[in-house]
Nanobody
Framework: EVQLQASGGGLVQAGGSLRLSCAAS??????????IGWFRQAPGKEREAVSC????????TYADSVKGRFTISSDSAKNTVYLQMDSLKPEDTAVYYC?????????????????WGQGTQVTVSS
């Protein structure tokens, strides 16, 4: 079983920054064997993919809406994935979740990852 713990959300003004963390753990678990994705869901909207990383080969993908503003990274020694969010906009307001899926490529464009953490709220005021 994989456990994911997301943290780092908060309230920030437009143009500000936040860094989200997703700490992962499990029996004989290493993030290098997984796709770790960040997703978000705003009220009344479907969950959408934000960014994904395959730490094993450092392959990353981003949604067009966040390219150039968000940066995903990982620390395999800590089994943690980060999402640095800069130049935040009010439309980035949502609950952000991290998900993990074993041996999945980040080219996968679905949102049905196998393992999920609890969400962390990000609110961007105008």
């Amino acid at each position: 079983e994989v456990q994911l713990q997301a943290s780092g959300g908060g309230l920030v003004q437009a143009g500000g920054s936040l860094r989200l963390s997703c700490a992962a753990s499990g029996y004989r678990f290493t993030i290098d064997d997984y796709a770790i994705g960040w997703f978000r869901q705003a009220p009344g909207k479907e969950r959408e993919a934000v960014s994904c990383i395959n730490p094993g080969d450092d392959y990353m993908t981003y949604a067009d809406s966040v390219k150039g503003r968000f940066t995903i990274s990982s620390d395999s020694a800590k089994n943690t994935v980060y999402l640095q969010m800069d130049s935040l906009k009010p439309e980035d307001t949502a609950v952000y979740y991290c998900g993990a899926d074993f041996q999945l490529s980040c080219d996968y464009d679905g949102t049905d990852f196998s393992n999920w953490g609890q969400g962390t709220q990000v609110t961007v005021s105008s």
